[in-house]
T-cell receptor
Framework: QQQVKQSPQSLIVQKGGISIINCAYE??????FPWYQQFPGKGPALLIA?????SEKKEGRFTISFNKSAKQFSLHIMDSQPGDSATYFC?????????????FGTGTRLLVSP | GAVVSQHPSWVICKSGTSVKIECRSL??????MFWYRQFPKQSLMLMAT?????????EQGVEKDKFLINHASLTLSTLTVTSAHPEDSSFYIC?????????????FGQGTRLTVV
């Protein structure tokens, strides 16, 4: 019940296209859903996060769509660029104060072709 | 934004020796820090939760005598891999969230690549 399932495992998108990564969870107590971007040899960096009281959040080219009833959320990267090529992780936690631990998805390796 | 600094970035050690990795929150206080392990092309696996002034909480299957965690101050946690073996070679990452703040993101260190030869 603590798992967060992520798909696809890998994704190839042409430059300018839309990249879509999906995650699903079971634990209805989760109420904080961040997405992280990780480049090889680096730690993850927060891209965007959402709480379940909104269905969509947009920051620049990155949008999170959240479906509470389906217990699913997704990341959309608009106008994908080669610099977006990285591994993306969704995550979830119960609360987001100082001590709640994150449960990570399995990751999606995105390659944006020039 | 808040910064979490991890040191060293990479380390090579001989089998049987111990290695210490430091995780510092540079501009905020963190009563809790988290240590992850990541194998190539895999997700982050939480190893333990480090609590300032008290014992760390280890995830199931993680040997606490092998991975010693010390959180001596509100800005520093250390992970010591004792009697390291080649199978301990991995990418270790720490993260921290600001103490006492709500709606705060988790900041991650840059990671430490450990290679045991």
């Amino acid at each position: 019940q603590q798992q967060v399932k992520q798909s696809p495992q890998s994704l190839i998108v042409q430059k300018g296209g839309i990249s879509i990564i999906n995650c699903a969870y079971e634990n209805t107590a989760f109420d904080y859903f961040p997405w992280y971007q990780q480049f090889p040899g680096k730690g993850p960096a927060l891209l965007i996060a959402i709480r379940p009281d909104v269905s969509e959040k947009k920051e620049g080219r990155f949008t999170i769509s959240f479906n509470k009833s389906a217990k699913q959320f997704s990341l959309h990267i608009m106008d994908s660029q080669p610099g977006d090529s990285a591994t993306y992780f969704c995550a979830a936690s119960i609360g987001n104060t100082g001590f709640q631990k994150l449960v990570f998805g399995t990751g999606t390796r995105l390659l944006v072709s020039p | 934004g808040a910064v979490v600094s991890q040191h060293p970035s990479w380390v090579i050690c001989k089998s049987g020796t111990s290695v210490k990795i430091e995780c510092r929150s540079l501009d905020f206080q963190a009563t809790t820090m988290f240590w992850y392990r990541q194998f190539p092309k895999q997700s982050l696996m939480l190893m333990a939760t480090s609590n300032e002034g008290s014992k760390a909480t280890y995830e199931q299957g993680v040997e606490k005598d092998k991975f010693l965690i010390n959180h001596a101050s509100l800005t520093l946690s250390t992970l010591t891999v004792t009697s390291a073996h080649p199978e301990d070679s991995s990418f270790y990452i720490c993260s921290a969230r600001e103490w006492g703040q709500f709606n705060t993101e988790a900041f991650f260190g840059q990671g430490t690549r450990l290679t045991v030869v």
